[in-house]
DNA sequence: ATACAGGCTTCTGTATACAGAACTCAATCC
DNA sequence: GGATTGAGTTCTGTATACAGAAGCCTGTAT
């Protein structure tokens, strides 16, 4: 009976959730999509009764924002949204085209058939959304074979990293980029290609071309001021 | 008379310390040198007291120490020290060597005259530490060398994950392996030189090879079981 | 009219208080 | 004798209370 128990209840009934975390998720999803804005003000009296719990776990979330970059805390005088300049949006670029290159490397000689399947699954779904010119569909495909790759690569710390990094990217590109579309997705096949043959270098060089090309179409739109709309 | 003003106190007189900081520094301190040891159960009102402080600031400290993987907390239980597994270890030495490549490339392309010289100046000490048979000396030069190296390349995202990667790497093995000797020297002052002609592709490839055999000097003394004494 | 000084308000930083969950250990029942 | 269950204890998670600093506004003096 033991062993029937273990096997079939393997997680907790209920998890206790802490508050920090709930309040740390809506914060940063109000970040991201812009309702909080950068340089604004957050006074913890008042996110604590907007989201009806005390300040306590509001400034621990705080306190976790400042360490992932998401807001400034200035000594005795609160939180403040982070706010991103070219120059740091340009580094962030300059990095993850570094950790993504090596997660791809990684990637060509972890991978198992089933591996390259799903891969091939994901990338499916993103031509889909090309077709459908469903930019929310297209972004979320992206995110994910990008997400899946990495977890191929297995390396929890280079994959923290990237998730880090990518947000913030996405936050800071999101408004005023669109996705790209046809090329990037035979880049992808390229890339898929290379790790299926466990091709390491290609797959590493492959990538890093993708990322630059990437951030070669975020630059140009940036300097060109044009919006998504 | 204000120009003077504004000249003389460009910083604030006194600056207010949030003691949540002091006990962040004060914590790491304690896991780094080994008084805290890894898996060791941290008690908020035990630590409080023992830092003269109210449970408050230390909980504030510990949410950053979990968010920068120094302790995990665990729900409803409390803050333990991080065990590093072998596994993580090895993640950690893959992601620093790609990090510091990046970063020697940026350097080689961003080097102005007065930083190569200062270079130099950070080689000759470690060259005088290995003479001396100092290893505080020669690890402390080692890191300042590579930490100048990164501030030249200029990239604030790259510089802070490589101090937050490399201060793991030295805290798990540290205690493991002493410090590499006169190749690593070597290998320092070609990529000194390098960054002094400026070519970016060989300073990255020096740098790589050189984070390379760390990373196999480190593996080695690991399987070897031999400690520093 | 303008510049400075003083008080007032607001918010952060820190301390304390209380409720609930998890672990411990002992007593009890099979 | 061994497993189990229950009370007791300890610690975390959350809320509240209080002190001090920073900014703002107003009043006054030049």
Redesign the pocket.
């Known amino acids: ?2 062993e029937a128990l273990t096997a079939a209840a393997t997680r ?1 009934v ?1 998890r ?7 309040v740390y998720d809506a914060l940063t999803e109000l970040i991201v999509n812009g309702s909080l804005k950068p340089g604004q ?6 996110l ?1 009764e907007h989201l ?9 979330a ?1 306190q976790r924002l400042q360490t992932d970059g998401w807001v400034d ?7 403040f949204v982070h706010s991103p300049t070219e120059e740091e949006a340009a580094q962030l670029l300059g990095v993850r085209a570094v950790l993504e290159t090596y997660s791809a490397q990684l990637a060509a000689r972890q991978a198992k058939p089933e591996d390259v399947e799903r891969l091939w699954k994901l990338h499916q779904e993103g031509v889909d959304a090309l077709a459908a010119s469903d930019v929310e569909r297209l972004v979320a495909a992206n995110t994910a074979l990008h997400a899946f790759i990495t977890s191929v690569a297995g390396n929890a710390v280079l994959a923290e990293l990237i998730a880090g990094v990518g947000q913030k990217v996405r936050w800071y590109y999101t408004p005023i980029a669109r996705p790209r579309g046809k090329e990037a997705w035979n880049e992808h096949a390229q890339l898929i290609r290379a790790i299926a043959k466990g091709d390491s270098e290609r797959a590493g060089e492959v990538m890093r071309k993708h990322t630059e090309r990437t951030t070669g179409f975020y630059r140009k739109q940036l300097a060109a001021g044009t919006g998504q709309d």
């Open positions: 009976m033991r907790r209920t206790p959730a802490p508050l920090r975390q709930a003000h957050l006074v913890e009296a008042e604590a009806g719990v005390s300040r306590q776990p509001v400034r621990e705080l805390l200035r000594p005795a005088q609160g939180a």
